[in-house]
Structure formats: C-alpha cells, structure tokens
C-alpha cells in the first residue's frame, strides 16, 4: 500500500454547482479524516469517521457539506452549491490508533478553485 | 479550548545556518500528543515527529532536533546546517486522541526559505 490517495487533485467549478472528492485511506486504518487549507493558514479539521461512523464535525461544516464512508473503507466529501469561499485545499489523513500510532498520513489533498 | 501559535510566519535562511522554528501550544488536557509536519512546494503534508506530553526527552535525528518543555508549552523544532531541501512550510500540531478523537489542531505555519 502507497499511501492516502486523494482523487481529483484539481477541480474546477462555478459557483452553485456540486461538487464530490474522494479519499482512499492507508489498508487498515480505521480513522479517516478531513481538513481544509487556505493559502496561507494551517490545516483546519472538518471531520472524521471510525470505521464508517461519523463521529465528529466541526463547525466549519455547514449544511452544504456532507461526507460519508459508506464501508468503512474509502470515503467522499460532498459540497453542494459551491461559493467562492469553499475554494481550499481539501486534505484527507487516515490513522490507526494503536499503541505507537496516532499520527496521521495525509493524502496530497485535492485544490478546489470555485469561479 | 486547545490552540497552537506559531509566531514566525517566515523565516530566511543561508544554506548551512542553523534555524529555530518556534511553537507554542495551549491545552488543559494533561495526556496529549504533538507534532511536527512539513509542507513541501508539492502540497503535500510529511509526518516528521510525535511526541506525548508524558515524554520531555529531546529528540535528535540527523539534522533535526526537537525541544519539548512542559513548564513553558513549547515544543520547538530545530535544523541543523539547513539545506535548501529542507525549504518548505512546516506545521506544529497538538491533538488529543483519547477525548477528541485524535483531530489535529494546526499551527499557522513557518515558511522557512533556504537559499545557496
């Protein structure tokens, strides 16, 4: 296994139009996360899942976001009605929280340009 | 509530200088982790240390060393004779995985810049 991958690595797209990224995690890990980077800022948490349970969002989430991790397994970041403001990297991480673990291995993110 | 401050934005560098990235983190937790990542040109964010806030020992490998103190919240980051490889933005991060499920609470970020 190589890693997180993330899918696309660009995007695109006019203001109002939906849009979906896909985070597949390190085999085995069974936290998945996802952030959000503007330029010039540090990694802000959106949320996160163990196994295929939601168990945190943060506030930045609003209600045009949705992620799922259907099997536990890969997982996607919907956001519907973009804005210009949602114009960010978008980073997923995965761990396994075992007894020397806890950090976390990013993906190399997916750039959404909102226009 | 926790945060983690990184009071240089950028720093400047001639190859083979020492440079001292500082961080500074607040938490009223007393069992946590941080963490050091660097973000190269590509994006991409690179585990370089974790560290839990039972372990005060300072950490040396090759070049990069790591000071953690307790007593004054910091945890900072040290590279010995810089080399323009090692341009990038590097992030300090705290988290707590038993209570807040591990998320990670980023610093603003150094930009440090190597030149020849």
């Known amino acids: 296994d190589t890693g997180v991958s993330q899918d696309p690595r660009h995007k695109i797209t006019k203001r109002g139009q939906n849009v979906t990224f896909r985070c597949d995690p390190i085999?085995?890990?069974?936290?998945l996360y996802w952030y959000r980077q503007t330029l010039g800022q540090g990694p802000e948490f959106l949320t996160y899942f163990q196994n295929e349970a939601q168990l945190e969002k943060s506030r930045l989430l609003s209600d045009r976001f949705s992620a799922e991790r259907p099997k536990g397994s890969f997982s996607t970041l919907e956001i519907q009605r973009t804005e210009q403001g949602d114009s960010a990297m978008y980073l997923c991480?995965?761990?396994?929280?075992?007894?020397?673990?806890?950090?976390?291995?990013f993906g190399p993110g997916t750039r959404l340009t909102v226009t | 509530a926790q945060k983690v401050t990184q009071a240089q934005t950028e720093i400047s560098v001639v190859e083979k200088e020492d440079v001292t990235l500082d961080c500074v983190y607040e938490?009223?937790?007393?069992?946590?982790?941080l963490f050091w990542y660097k973000q190269p040109p590509s994006g991409e964010l690179v585990f370089l240390i974790r560290?839990?806030?039972?372990?005060?020992q300072n950490e040396i490998s090759g070049r990069y060393s790591w000071n953690f103190q307790k007593s004054t919240s910091s945890f900072n980051f040290t590279i010995t004779a810089s080399q323009v490889v090692d341009s990038a933005v590097y992030f300090c991060a705290l988290s707590d995985p038993y209570n807040q499920g591990g998320k990670l609470i980023f610093g603003q970020g150094t930009e440090l810049s190597v030149k020849p």
């Open positions: 560290r839990n806030s039972f372990d005060e």
């Open positions: 991480a995965s761990s396994f929280p075992g007894t020397e673990m806890y950090e976390q291995y």
């Open positions: 085999s085995e890990h069974n936290r």
């Open positions: 938490t009223r937790d007393t069992t946590y982790y």
